[in-house]
């Protein structure tokens, strides 16, 4: 990623895997959206669903 993401652009404050906060190490980009997990572990099992969804909804299965 060209930019780096920011903690204070990120548009929840609980991991929504864990519910823990987020923290700044464990951003990603979604939907033009800065969203936030409490680790990368978390962040990496988001990004490999929302790919998964994403192709399916695209067709691109």
Same mark, same amino acid.
């Given at each position: 990623? #060209? &930019?780096? $993401?920011? !903690?204070?652009?990120c548009?929840?404050?609980?991991?929504?895997?864990? +519910?823990?906060?987020?923290? #700044? &190490?464990s $951003?990603? !980009?979604?939907?033009?959206?800065?969203?936030?997990?409490?680790?990368? +572990?978390?962040?990496?099992?988001?990004?490999?669903?929302?790919?998964?969804?994403?192709?399916?909804?695209?067709?691109?299965?």
């Amino acid at each position: 990623m #060209a &930019d780096k $993401l920011r !903690l204070e652009d990120c548009v929840n404050e609980r991991c929504p895997w864990s +519910g823990d906060p987020v923290s #700044a &190490d464990s $951003l990603t !980009l979604y939907r033009g959206k800065v969203v936030g997990f409490c680790n990368t +572990g978390c962040r990496d099992k988001f990004e490999a669903a929302t790919r998964a969804f994403d192709a399916k909804i695209e067709g691109k299965q």
